[in-house]
Nanobody, 120 residues
Framework: QVQLVESGGGLVQPGGSLRLSCAASGSIFGINAMGWYRQAPGKQRELVAKITSGNSTNYADSVKGRFTISTDNAKNTVYLQMNSLKPEDTAVYYC??????????????WGQGTQVTVSS
């Protein structure tokens, strides 16, 4: 069993910063990729940023230059540093991971979500 536990959400003023963390634990043979998605009220869940085991990154156009994704492989943790936050960044942010739980057995996992609210 694998669990993803997120932290770091909250309320911040426009222009402010937050850092989200997501730690994976459990029966982990290897981590193929980790990422962050978000879902605003009435909208579909969308990719924010992702990073592969080879450190290749991908960002949504709306967050390029403002958000940075990184990992601490020793802690099986992914971070999302969010700067210059805008009201339109308000959403529930979900951690996602592709994890190898046994040789040739890769599974997809989601965190429980953490609320980010950008408002004055």
């Amino acid at each position: 069993q694998v669990q993803l536990v997120e932290s770091g959400g909250g309320l911040v003023q426009p222009g402010g910063s937050l850092r989200l963390s997501c730690a994976a634990s459990g029966s982990i043979f290897g981590i193929n990729a980790m990422g962050w998605y978000r879902q605003a009220p009435g909208k579909q869940r969308e990719l924010v940023a992702k990073i592969t085991s080879g450190n290749s990154t991908n960002y949504a156009d709306s967050v390029k230059g403002r958000f940075t994704i990184s990992t601490d492989n020793a802690k099986n943790t992914v971070y999302l540093q969010m700067n210059s936050l805008k009201p339109e960044d308000t959403a529930v942010y979900y951690c996602h991971a592709l994890i190898t739980i046994a040789p040739m057995n890769v599974r997809s996992y989601w965190g429980q979500g953490t609320q980010v609210t950008v408002s004055s």
